[in-house]
């Protein structure tokens, strides 16, 4: 993998207005709240939380579908935080996004070649090529030409899924927002797209953003995760030192919930309840605010808010008290 780093975010920050009732005072959601990350050329950086987390609105901040309220982001080393949409154009094709929800990404009234056109169109390709070119993504995403002149309602979730993928690759992109692209799916061909986003990456040299809920195919697919709580990053690792080594209790209490399917083993393993629901990103909790639902939770915890530090190599945490999860 090349050390080269393609998505850079400092501090980043992305809030949305809520304004108050019958005039009342404006507050902010604080979606994103100051991640710091790095994300290198043809990895695949997974990210996982709650829902409601920010994961979403992270990847969408990164590809600039959202404004950036604060921090800076850069692509390639080119400051784009506060780009104009002219200055964007250069970076459109090669950023690109994976929608979850197949039933809802594609416009039922278009068959599959004008949905797969508008893209190509947009990039200035000819009538002629845009069908070539067509043919071409329907093959690698295990589809036929036929399917061209079909319409959305004639296929089933993963084949639609396939289609919003040949879309997301139409433009050639560098870096790919896969925004949980297999919660809809049927558990049945879940990993055959995940399969199939593999082999596409190795043969097109593609960075992947994985933002998912199932864990188990987050370690399969990703080279680094991230885990998010609350609009923050709390644990930055490699997959198999997260997933063995886990130093944040969030992350402990989300590692302990996936089913084993062995039974005995399931039964020996001590299963981490968390206490509590969700703080309001509205109104976040001072400090850390994981503390709140955290048995290990400090005064220090309550009232300063823990920075994302590299405790062991390559294995950053945000957490006061991670020294005790390392020994």
Request: glycine share 8%; aromatic share 8%.
């Amino acid at each position: 993998m090349s050390q080269q780093v393609l998505i850079s975010a400092q501090d980043l920050k992305k809030y949305f207005p809520v304004k108050g009732f019958l005039g009342g005072k404006t507050k902010y959601l604080k979606a994103v709240d100051g991640v710091t990350l790095d994300i290198m050329k043809g990895e695949t950086f997974g990210l996982v939380g709650e829902s409601g987390c920010g994961k979403s609105t992270l990847g969408r901040t990164l590809i600039r579908m959202y404004d950036v309220t604060g921090g800076k982001l850069s692509y390639q080393g080119k400051d784009i935080t506060n780009a104009k949409p002219s200055e964007m154009k250069e970076f459109r094709n090669k950023m690109q996004i994976i929608f979850q929800d197949p039933y809802s990404a594609l416009n039922p009234f278009w068959n599959v070649e004008e949905i797969l056109s508008e893209p190509l169109a947009q990039i200035g390709m000819g009538a002629g090529e845009r069908k070539e070119r067509i043919e071409y993504l329907l093959n690698k995403v295990g589809m036929k030409p036929d399917d061209m002149l079909k319409f959305p309602y004639e296929f089933s979730g993963g084949q639609r899924q396939r289609i919003g993928i040949a879309r997301a690759l139409s433009v050639n992109p560098e870096f790919v927002m896969c925004d949980e692209p297999i919660a809809a799916l049927d558990v049945s061909i879940q990993a055959q797209v995940v399969n199939m986003l593999e082999d596409l990456q190795h043969e097109m040299g593609l960075t992947y953003l994985f933002a998912a809920h199932d864990l188990s195919m987050v370690r399969y697919i990703s080279t680094r995760i991230g885990v998010m709580y609350l609009g923050n990053l709390v644990e930055v690792a490699k997959s198999d030192n997260l997933y063995d080594r886990p130093l944040h209790p969030y992350t402990q209490a989300l590692l302990s919930a996936i089913p084993i399917a062995d039974p005995r083993a399931a039964k020996k393993r001590k299963r981490i309840k968390l206490q509590g629901e969700l703080p309001s990103p509205m109104d976040v909790p001072q400090g850390c605010r994981f503390a709140p639902r955290c048995p290990y939770a400090t005064e220090q915890c309550k009232t300063q808010r823990p920075e994302l530090r590299e405790l062991e190599s390559g294995h950053f945490v945000a957490c006061h008290c991670a020294e005790k999860f390392a020994d």
